[in-house]
């Protein structure tokens, strides 16, 4: 695509001419705004500019689409992959499993490959948007390997629709150093001191589930609330600490590590993850619960390049890549394969492994939660209030 | 083959492409207004007024689009029309081209990219920092509706920039001289010739940077932290998250009536403060 | 005065300069300096996505400004003879078309054309010969150049006409008496004439669609176009392979107007 095939260079001078020598005008502006534009063209046509791929494609293709959550997986893997198959790997990142959910239901995502939440498969089968898993294209896949706990979701009716990436909890990172001393150890905590000396530094998810559910648990109500009463207490109170809060964003690494948020809800790898490298960020899980959950590789139905994103779940179910893979995100998996080849540390940790009497608090997302409308207009309207 | 029967065949392929990407989707989405949401999100046929009954709770989206949407408008212009005035008045030829473009040239990055340069300068690590270093303790600049000002300002300030540099551009110099050996003040002078001769470029530099601004979604959406809301963030939550078609559709009816009346008022009022009516088109 | 616009050129290449200094960062985060690299630059040429971003978004922005220039002149010219009802509604449209937000414009054409892709669909599957081969209707390069198409030709129309109007209409009909053909006027009298304002709302069309986000967002299905590249890339955390983009995007405009400045000048004094 050359700009010569167009325009040729000498008609476009010409015509730049004829702005230079007529007065100034409502074109004139059009026409240095529009020179940006062929500048692009040429700019994208010059050669050494271009390149191809560094290898000729295998049967996979090229290429393969990862829809999936923030800081949720080692960069290095993707290389290997691209190494090993030719295939690139793009990653496109999501806030919530309804953006997940509504970018399929319009159609035409383009992903190949995504990562739904235990609670949501059910939903994205019976809208048929997912793709049962044919299981001999994923060598990987042992079902006997995974805790039935993390896995038990992604079977519908008998059906593989989803295999297990890793599991986790919705608690929230709190930076020590400003927190006078005073012990952190619940959501109550978590409201109470966000509308007071932690005004403007605490984040929230953009996400119904956990932003709503953690709401809840300030009353003591079930995560999983759709009644209209406690939903509306949890109205309330969001309401009231709306004015209180740095930003509404799933993705808070950056703002913690920046020093401008103090503390934010997070999950157990964002946790894990700051910790390691900000020790005085701690991970902290209410104590009156909240949520656990388990994130699963799925195929969407559709995907334009099936072979390679059963190549890549199989590549990123591989014990030992998946042991990388917890190493860089920080959360705990729930193949016994892979515990097999991770270190020690890891599993003892406090953040992946919390004491048993606080994991039973927590409940796992319920699937009414996705679809159910009244959330989903409680978080549109705190959002927008 | 008539002249008439030409001016349809002409008319013919543009008018189809307006039926179908034009006409048709705001049909649907007039008709979508009056429907219901579907269980698993979506739309559900119906006749129902519900939506917009419903439209208060949205009414914050409305209230900060429609107060910093002008005042955006009516800052650029602020910072706008001394630079164009610099430069189309005190600025010697061979330097005007080459300022005028510098003005554009940041346009040519991605507003996505140079307004996460601004999540950065006005984050903790940028000017805080800095007022830190100067005492000054506790400045909270991003995330807040101050953060998206600038970012609007910022993002639209060259389309104000050049309708009021070509306004001023056209205007013929000898007025001025015309004017001071009369013996009038500067300032005087300003006020009644300059002034009065570029409202037509003022004027259409503020309907171009308001109607964008009414419609904003990604400034708000990146420096705002999902806190400053405009009615494009409601309009993307309600079909990107929660999946209310019906609303979203009712959310979006108003934005555009609303619109429809504020430029079309707008318009009558300019064409009435201003002779030169044809300069206050939209282009 | 002229510390004032010192001042605003500061304000307006402040962000820039971040950009570019990022771009050389050695380290992955964008928001701590590591040390000086370009490897960033090596990254985002070699990344097929980001050249395929590129390459669609070229795509798009050509297609979309050529269609806009050739109907949105066709449109103009027909108007231009048209009294009544007819103009009234196609004034009505364009006013419409460049007044409406872009976000309200992708939503309406993404919730309208999925409602009739999703009608469209069943009967194409069932009238097909082989079901299983049945071609389907989505949201893709089509629907966005289909979008874009109809907003830039808006903006064509309304140049145009401008010009159109500006014209002595007396030259044409001088033509006409001197027997040319009415297409032979069009041709040699008319096109020419308008020709500088169709090219301008082609650089505007073209302009616009490569820069677009907002409507894309919602109507280019599984396409990626580079600011929507762009989006995804900021949401996990700019790397300053983004940086590196923006940069290179940035001086190959710069460059390019600098080079056509420069021959400008240059013809200007021969």
């Known amino acids: 695509m050359k700009p010569e095939d167009y325009i040729s260079k000498r008609k476009f001078m010409e015509e730049l001419r004829r702005y230079q020598k007529g007065s100034v005008s409502r074109r004139h502006f059009l026409g240095v705004t529009g020179l940006g534009a062929a500048a692009v063209v040429l700019g994208a046509a010059m050669p050494g500019l271009r390149t191809t791929p560094a290898r000729a494609a295998t049967d996979i293709g090229d290429r393969v689409v990862l829809a999936t959550w923030p800081n949720y997986h080692d960069p290095k893997n993707f290389e290997i992959f691209t190494e090993q198959t030719g295939a690139f790997t793009q990653v496109n990142v999501f806030g919530s499993n309804e953006e997940m959910l509504a970018k399929l239901q319009a159609g035409g995502s383009g992903w190949d490959v995504f990562v739904p939440t235990n609670y949501t498969i059910t939903t994205y089968v019976s809208e048929d948007l997912i793709e049962p898993l044919d299981l001999s294209k994923l060598p990987n896949y042992e079902a006997g390997a995974f805790d039935p706990r993390f896995s038990d979701a992604g079977i519908v009716d008998g059906t593989v629709y989803a295999v297990p990436k890793n599991w986790g909890t919705t608690g929230f990172a709190v930076n020590t150093s400003h927190t006078g001393g005073k012990e952190m150890a619940s959501w109550k905590d978590f409201w109470d001191r966000t509308m007071d000396d932690f005004s403007g530094r605490t984040m929230v998810h953009d996400y119904q589930l956990t932003t709503i559910g953690n709401a809840l648990k300030y009353f003591g109500y079930s995560f999983n609330s759709v009644d209209p009463k406690e939903l509306a207490d949890a109205e309330e109170l969001l309401l009231k600490v709306k004015p209180h809060l740095f930003a509404i964003s799933s993705d808070y690494q950056p703002a913690m590590r920046s020093g401008d948020a103090w503390m934010t809800m997070c999950w157990t790898g964002d946790g894990k993850q700051l910790n390691s490298d900000i020790p005085e960020i701690q991970y902290v899980l209410g104590k009156e619960g909240g949520e656990l959950w388990s994130d699963y590789y799925a195929i969407p139905k559709g995907a334009p390049h099936r072979e390679a994103a059963y190549a890549l779940i199989n590549f990123l179910i591989d014990p030992e890549v998946n042991a990388r893979e917890v190493l860089a995100h920080g959360y705990p998996v729930a193949d016994s394969r892979t515990n097999a080849l991770l270190p020690k540390e890891i599993l003892e940790d406090p953040i992946l492994y919390p004491a048993q009497e606080l994991l039973d608090a927590l409940e796992f997302g319920a699937a009414a939660t996705l679809t159910d409308p009244n959330r989903a207009e409680l978080l549109a309207r705190f959002k927008s209030a | 083959m008539t002249k008439r029967e030409r001016n349809w065949l002409l008319l013919l392929p543009g008018g189809a492409w307006f039926l179908i990407m034009l006409v048709l989707p705001l049909t649907v989405v007039f008709i979508f207004s009056f429907g219901e949401r579907g269980d698993a999100g979506g739309y559900v046929p119906a006749f129902t007024l519900e939506q917009y009954a419903n439209l208060p709770a949205r009414l914050t989206a409305f209230e900060n689009t429609m107060i910093l949407a002008p005042i955006g408008t009516l800052i650029s212009m602020l910072i706008a029309y001394p630079l164009a005035y610099q430069l189309a008045v005190n600025t010697s030829r061979k330097w005007k081209t080459v300022l005028l473009v510098l003005v554009i040239v940041p346009f040519w990055t991605s507003i996505l990219i140079r307004s996460y340069a601004w999540i950065y300068i006005l984050g903790g690590q940028g000017i805080p920092n800095l007022l830190e270093m100067l005492g000054i303790e506790g400045v909270r600049l991003i995330y807040t509706p101050f953060a998206v000002l600038i970012g609007i300002i910022y993002g639209y300030l060259p389309l104000m920039v050049f309708p009021i540099y070509v306004s001023l551009d056209r205007l013929d110099k000898r007025l001025l001289e015309a004017s001071s050996d009369l013996g009038a003040k500067p300032f005087a002078t300003f006020m009644q010739v300059t002034l009065p001769l570029s409202v037509p470029g003022i004027a259409t530099g503020c309907m171009l940077v308001f109607i964008l601004l009414m419609g904003e979604f990604l400034i708000p959406a990146l420096l705002g932290g999902g806190k400053v809301f405009f009615v494009g963030n409601a309009l993307v939550d309600l079909f990107l998250q929660s999946r209310n078609w019906a609303y979203g559709s009712a959310v979006a009816v108003t934005l555009i009536v609303i619109m429809l009346v504020t430029v079309t008022v707008y318009m009558r009022l300019i064409s009435r403060l201003n002779t030169q009516r044809d300069d206050v088109s939209i282009m | ?270």
């Open chain 3, 1 to 270: 005065m002229r510390v004032y616009a010192i001042c605003v050129y500061l304000f307006l290449y402040m962000p820039i300069a971040i950009i570019a200094l990022f771009s050389f960062n050695a380290g992955r985060h964008a928001s701590q300096l590591q040390g000086f690299s370009v490897q960033w630059y090596g990254r985002a040429l070699k990344n097929p996505f980001v050249m395929d971003a590129l390459q669609t978004s070229l795509m798009v922005a050509l297609v979309s400004a050529l269609l806009a220039s050739v109907l949105g002149t066709l449109t103009a010219i027909g108007l231009q003879g048209m009294r009544g009802p007819v103009r009234v509604i196609f004034d009505g449209i364009i006013y419409i078309a460049i007044m409406i937000p872009g976000i309200v414009i992708g939503i309406a054409t993404l919730i309208a054309l999925v409602t009739v892709f999703d009608q469209i669909n069943p009967w194409l599957a069932a009238l097909w010969p082989e079901a299983s081969e049945a071609p389907s209707l989505s949201m893709g390069m089509g629907s966005l150049i289909a979008a874009h198409t109809m907003f830039t030709m808006a903006l064509v129309v309304v140049i145009v006409r401008a010009r159109l109007s500006s014209l002595e209409r007396d030259l044409a009909e001088a033509s006409a008496d001197l027997y040319a053909t009415p297409f032979g006027t069009f041709w040699q009298i008319t096109l020419p004439l308008i020709a500088p304002a169709i090219l301008a709302g082609f650089l505007l069309s073209f302009t616009f669609s490569f820069d677009d986000f907002i409507i894309a967002f919602f109507v280019a299905g599984s396409e990626t176009t580079l600011p929507i590249y762009i989006f995804s890339s900021i949401r996990r955390g700019v790397t300053p392979e983004i940086n590196a983009i923006g940069t290179m995007v940035m001086l190959a405009s710069l460059i390019l107007l600098i080079i056509a400045q420069l021959i400008l000048r240059r013809e200007h004094k021969a």
